[in-house]
């Protein structure tokens, strides 16, 4: 078996990328072409990760929220594909365990010859069912991410000359059921940042777009009772006031990405690519 190499991390150690071969070569040329399309029209995950946080530091950038929204979509989507390639990783290790007590095996490599395969230390391995156990937290602050970034967009449109437009946004930023019917499933399906969506996750969708309808049937009842502001002007923006706080919106957004971007730069540690010419078979 090859030397170990130990990584200097908090968190993790790994093997050196010799021993790691037909490991990693198995994750690169079994595993993920069934997780990853080779499409070239989206950005590396590092790249997206930065054009975000360009819209939310150091000051969020309303009229960009609709690209950010597609960004996170982006970013999720790449989430939820990289947690599908680490449960294969997490499988193979478990057969290389089961063939061989010690974690060595041996494995074809590529050229036909015989290579070891080394299974996963068990601080690399607790380090993978940590972020397995981390997989709630991270949907749930995407979830709110999401809903209260389109809360905001669509408030700040209500306000502005183009209030009229609050319609349209209501129904792409919220498609629930309780508000658009059966209209809801096809609006949902349109749009990457919706995409997997579950009952629970719907529910708190509609109680979000509850706080601009409340906001609405208090500008109705100003406007028949002649007390409401001239809709775009500063006092219609006091009057009507989103209670939503920008700050803590953002620092779960930045806590979000950094926690994927850490997995993703974690694993790729455990299977030995960081600094590899070969393409790494983790990263989204």
Known sequence: MGTRRYVVSTTSCSLSSTSRSFFAEHVQNTILPQYFDDDASVPPLHVISYAIRTIIKPTVLVAEIPRLLVH????EHARAKFMNCLQ????????????????????????????????????????????????????????????EFSLLHAWDTWCSPNHERLDSLLKIYFPCHGLWGDEAAEIESQYLFHEGLDDDERDALLQTAQCQLRLLQQYVKDKKKKRSPLPASTDFRTRYALQVDIGQLVGTTMWYLNELEDSVDQVESILAFSGSTTQSPVRP
């Open 72 to 75: 996170l979509g982006h970013v």
């Open 88 to 147: 294969e990783v997490k499988r193979l290790d478990r057969e290389i365990r089961a063939r061989n007590g010690d974690g060595v095996s041996q494995g074809p490599s590529g050229g036909g010859e015989v290579v070891e395969s080394v299974s996963l230390t068990n601080a690399e391995r607790n380090y993978i069912k940590g972020v397995f156990r981390q997989q709630r937290t991270m949907r749930s602050a995407y979830r709110r991410v999401i809903s």
